[in-house]
């Protein structure tokens, strides 16, 4: 963390090496976490009604309560493990107040939409199946920007001035950003 706080990461081959590396894993599973989407729905809400309330005609079963609780057990877990490193790496990136606060509160957003629409068709309407490919997609493009800003991050030799996360623009201006 030192090595971030301090500016010290346009230096450290080890930790850009670090860095590269999860943005690489995390890559990789977004392209594993779209395979698996596109496996069971498409981009259309009527697959997503399908998928979540069954269907006669592919005899496929509605998602069961046990099913989706285990499934949103782990996910909660393991995206808000994933979106915090990516998210906390964020604040150090030499981008401004506002646009860190648009990275930050995205991913967020779309992780707890993706995965409460889910819940939503199943149990409420399954009009909320469009909330479920606008929640998949978002997520989809906000993990990638993350992983593209950290990269370049990595690559530039400008370091962020605020190294405590959010400044707004007007205070990006009198630091001199």
Do not use: C
């Not at 998949?136 to 996360?165: C, D, I, K, M, P």
Request: charged share 15%; net charge negative; glycine share 6%.
């Amino acid at each position: 963390m030192r090595f971030v706080v301090t500016g010290e990461w346009s230096r450290n081959r080890l930790l850009q090496v670090i860095v590269l590396l999860y943005a690489l894993y995390v890559a990789v599973l977004l392209v594993t976490n779209a395979l698996l989407y596109f496996q069971e729905m498409t981009l259309a809400p009527s697959s997503v009604v399908s998928y979540y309330l069954g269907n006669e005609a592919e005899f496929s079963s509605p998602r069961s309560y046990q099913g989706l609780l285990e499934t949103s057990h782990f996910h909660l877990f393991a995206m808000g493990m994933l979106l915090m490193v990516m998210t906390h790496l964020m604040l150090f990136v030499p981008v401004s107040g506002s646009v860190k606060v648009w990275l930050i509160v995205i991913p967020f957003l779309s992780g707890f939409l993706s995965e409460g629409a889910g819940w939503l068709v199943r149990f409420v309407s399954p009009d909320f199946a469009v909330l479920k490919v606008v929640g998949f997609l978002l997520l989809q493009g906000s993990l990638t920007a993350l992983v593209a800003v950290s990269v370049w991050a990595v690559f530039t030799r400008r370091q962020a001035e605020n190294y405590t996360g959010f400044v707004d623009d007007e205070e990006d201006d009198e630091l001199g950003s």
